[in-house]
């Protein structure tokens, strides 16, 4: 033991040693906006990876000083007593002192500085040649009440999507869910198995756990491998903190209330630290009780849908189904056992209760059970940073593991009661190391490295006949036991073509994805084999070349170019049943050998195209984009334009059979009916079967930009606007993406801060104009065409309203006739049909995505040091709106009270 000991010291003292050489000093004085020295400032030094480098404090003068540091590029972060801070991207040279001043100020409205933008580097994003969002940590704690998808609204280039209360995502130049890759400080988040069109787990990330989030638009399959066609998310957690001498403890609890929801929650984060060991422990709840939307309606509830009557004359202003509880908490701690050499370990848990797909519910198809259970999440990871490893300056180590679970007991059938309920529970469990090193070689930083991650599927299904009470095995949605591996090899240049004037960066990566599934993993189902054998193998090689080329008095001219690859997941080979978005769907294994062919349209007016069903191939995309930024102090402004093409984009159309497959089985259901088209239908839904497929080619314009003006030291104004235009690039129509493209919007916000002050406060118009490019896809989806049908009117009206009490039975007393009537009007089945329709079988509710308009007005108080308090009245004007692909309205007039305190 004593010679492993003495070995082990003599290994770090020798490793402290290498790390010593070329090192270099960096030193400025902290002050705040009246020019006052800051005293006592916590300064952390960080490496893009969020690993502490060295702490110091600001003397009585505001002076700090690092020493002893290695070159590289660095975040700076000064923070205050009472909540004032800044960030600052620095470069550091061997033997070249360095001083940066640093003015500290209240809640932080705009950051420029970037950690992920180019793996391993901090940067400004002026220096980028590609465009990225930056989401200070104070934006955060705003916006994010009900969960972390709200807190990327109101950002150029974004779009935030809200499936249910509970589920949420984020829409990155026009696409969402799985052509959206999530990361988390560099750990992959995004699973093989997540769902085309929602982001299931995206919201169990806490967001009063992180310290900012980034988001990089256009792909980046390059630096980040698979599924960011339209980009990717980088969410950073809270740090650790180290201290200068002795030891340190801080708190901070947090305390908000909304009334569009009736919610209530807490935030509490507790951090030590000393020369060494650190550690942030965060805990976090909150419950969310029912919504009241715009103007108290429920835009696409059942009774709206199928009978053209407001929502709030059946249930009132509060929408049923849309309460939840969630419960989060984090670890993460820091162990530096020398200098230049650092441990992290990050874990994490999420989990929400009692939440439900209310677009299932009254709040869409009327069906009587939509529950979503055991949606937990945990995630972790153990990483080594080193500095002056061999050859190179920079070394990272990341082993990590993410494990999502989620259970969804449904019953359809439009409220049938006497129909199964099926219950589906699916838990992926993810593996993952990545490695990389990083070289100053002159005006080059070179980096290079590997990751691989391992989804590992286990699923089981049951169904439930509500009148016996029996239960019999159902094939689960993908195939238990079924796995990705999904690895990759990289490099990366960012050169300094011209210092301060011209930087040049690219990136090239090799990335594989195979695909496995087994019939013996799967019990069979009725004595029948329902999986299927099936592997899949993919590969590609993805690359990004951007610049920035500073122009001079403020300008500078930016451009990339970079190729993006999606390979087809678990859902895309393996998905059949129901899905979340009420449709039956199969692979295309399910129908080998039976003539199948993929329908024109994703709704029941397909015919056939003449193109048979294959499996699916991989999605890749080509994106172009160029920026014009300007800075000088009081003025910045940017403007970019892109053009992405999506190859072999993979999408759900009408599955088309030959005729006479009635009685036949797709997986465990059998086929009940069938269109003289080829179109056939199952009993759990009520459109057309769907198959996955690579139906066409896309291409998705826009524009981005933003503005923002120092207009006299104490007002400001900003603003952004984003324009998308997506269509097929065979015909031209809107393209059949899942989740449809986000309209024209915008935004202009007018803030007060008096400098030195203790209050801020700003008004905030967003508004978008209506959507009138929807694709056959997107009219069918309830959650933004609501298509009805005179059979679906019927089914509700029989089914879903007969037993929640809004239909009333005939003379007879007997339900089930045409003497049938609705309570509240006295009409009966076929004089709503008529109503509704006229002489159509079937429209949509919104044929078009209806604008809107909203007025804001926010503003903070700041108690002496340890105290603040936010309040923001939003939607002053109740407007009723939702959001592309939500299954839920925005909330109506709303008033939100945050209380922080600080110990």
């Not at 130049?173 to 198995?193: I, P």
């Not at 700041?862 to 939003?874: H, M, N, P, Y």
Request: overall charge positive; proline content about 4%; hydrophobic content about 40%.
């Amino acid at each position: 033991m004593a010679l492993a000991l003495l070995l082990g010291s003599g290994l770090w003292l020798g490793l402290a040693q290498v790390a010593a050489r070329d090192s270099t000093t960096l030193t400025g004085y902290v002050r705040n906006v009246a020019g006052v020295p800051v005293a006592n400032a916590r300064l952390t030094l960080l490496t893009a990876r969020q690993s502490v480098v060295a702490t110091a404090l600001s003397d009585t003068d505001g002076r700090y000083l690092f020493d002893d540091i290695q070159p590289g590029a660095y975040e700076l972060v000064a923070a205050t007593a009472d909540g004032l801070g800044v960030r600052l991207a620095v470069a550091l040279a061997a033997g070249v002192p360095t001083q940066r001043d640093l003015v500290v100020v209240t809640t932080s409205v705009a950051e420029t500085v970037t950690v992920t933008a180019d793996v391993g580097l901090v940067q400004d994003k002026d220096e980028l040649g590609q465009t990225v969002t930056v989401i200070p940590v104070g934006r955060l704690r705003e916006r994010a009440t009900q969960g972390l998808a709200e807190a990327f609204a109101e950002e150029a280039g974004l779009s935030v999507q809200q499936t249910s209360p509970t589920l949420g995502g984020v829409f990155v130049r026009g696409l969402v869910a799985s052509r959206v890759s999530v990361f988390v400080d560099g750990v992959r988040y995004t699973t093989s198995a997540q769902r085309g069109g929602i982001s299931t787990f995206f919201n169990l990330l806490e967001p009063s756990g992180l310290r900012g989030a980034e988001v990089l638009h256009g792909p980046h399959g390059a630096q980040y491998g698979s599924d960011s066609l339209g980009g990717s998310i980088q969410l950073l957690t809270a740090t650790a903190p180290l201290t200068a001498t002795g030891f340190e403890f801080r708190g901070e609890s947090s305390f908000f209330g909304t009334s569009a929801t009736a919610g209530f929650g807490n935030a509490t984060r507790l951090a030590f630290g000393t020369t060494r060991v650190g550690a942030v422990v965060n805990v976090a709840g909150r419950r969310i009780n029912t919504l009241r939307a715009g103007g108290g309606r429920d835009s696409r509830a059942a009774v709206t849908r199928f009978f053209d009557l407001p929502s709030n004359r059946f249930y009132g202003e509060r929408q049923p189904d849309t309460a939840f509880t969630e419960y989060a908490g984090s670890l993460k701690a820091v162990a530096t056992p020398a200098s230049g050499h650092q441990f992290v370990f990050h874990y994490q848990r999420g989990q929400q209760d009692g939440g439900k797909r209310s677009d299932q519910l009254l709040g869409g198809d009327g069906n009587l059970i939509a529950r979503l259970g055991n949606l937990m999440l945990d995630f972790g990871y153990v990483r080594y940073d080193g500095q002056r490893i061999g050859w190179f300056d920079s070394v990272t180590v990341t082993g990590s593991f993410n494990i999502q679970r989620e259970e969804r007991i449904n019953q359809g059938g439009q409220g049938n009661p006497q129909a199964l309920i099926g219950s589906q529970y699916e838990r992926t469990r993810t593996g993952g190391v990545s490695l990389f090193g990083s070289k100053v070689v002159g005006r080059h930083t070179l980096l290079g490295g590997a990751d691989v991650y391992r989804d590992v599927m286990r699923g089981r299904a049951f169904d439930v006949n509500p009148t016996t009470g029996v239960a019999v095995a159902a094939r689960p949605r993908v195939p238990t036991g079924a796995y990705v591996n999904n690895y990759g090899f990289f490099v990366q240049d960012v050169w300094e073509a011209l210092p301060n004037r011209l930087r040049l960066s690219a990136s090239l990566r090799y990335g594989v994805a195979s695909y496995r599934a087994r019939a013996r993993d799967n019990a069979p189902v009725g004595g029948r084999a329902v999986v299927e054998d099936d592997a899949v193998r993919t590969a590609a090689w993805t690359f990004r070349l951007s610049g920035a080329w500073q122009l001079g008095r403020g300008f500078v001219l930016a451009g990339n170019v970079a190729r993006g690859f999606r390979p087809p997941n678990m859902t895309d080979l393996g998905s059949l049943g129901l899905q979340g978005n009420g449709v039956y769907e199969v692979a295309a294994p399910a129908v080998a050998g039976r003539n199948a062919f993929i329908g024109t349209t994703a709704d029941a007016t397909a015919v056939s195209t003449g193109l048979p069903v294959r499996q699916v191939i991989p999605e890749s995309s080509l994106s172009y984009e160029g920026s014009l930024r300007y800075r000088n102090g009081r003025l910045d402004a940017d403007v970019t334009g892109f053009v992405t093409n999506i190859n072999d984009l993979l999408t759900t159309q009408t599955l088309i059979l030959p005729l006479g497959a009635v009685g036949t089985r797709l997986g465990t259901e059998i086929i009940t009916a069938q269109l003289p088209t080829g179109a056939v239908f199952v009993a759990p839904a009520v459109s057309p079967v769907r198959i996955r497929a690579n139906f066409t080619d896309a291409r998705i314009v826009g524009i981005e930009s933003s503005l923002g003006v120092k207009l006299t030291p104490s007002w400001s104004l900003s603003g952004n606007f984003t324009w998308l235009h997506a269509e097929d690039r065979a015909t031209g129509q809107p393209p059949d993406v899942e989740g449809g493209t986000p309209p024209p919007q915008g935004l202009l916000r007018l803030r007060y801060q008096p400098p030195g002050s203790a209050w801020w406060v700003e008004g905030v118009a967003a508004a978008a104009h209506r959507q009138t490019r929807l694709s056959s896809l997107n009219l069918d989806d309830r959650r933004i065409g609501a298509t009805r049908t005179r059979t679906q009117i019927q089914n509700f009206f029989r089914r879903g309203a007969t037993v929640r009490g809004l239909v009333e039975a005939g003379p007879d007393g007997r339900f089930g006739t045409a003497d049938d009537r609705l309570r509240l009007t006295g009409e009966t089945l076929a004089q709503i049909q008529n109503r509704v329709l006229g002489t159509a079988t079937s429209a949509p509710l919104f044929p078009v995505l209806p604008g809107w308009m909203t007025l804001n007005l926010r503003g903070g108080y700041r108690f002496g040091e340890r105290q603040d308090l936010t309040v923001a009245v939003d939607n002053l004007l109740d407007q009723n709106y939702r959001t592309i692909s939500s299954g839920v309205d925005a909330p109506g007039r709303n008033l939100t009270i945050r209380y922080t305190v600080r110990f």
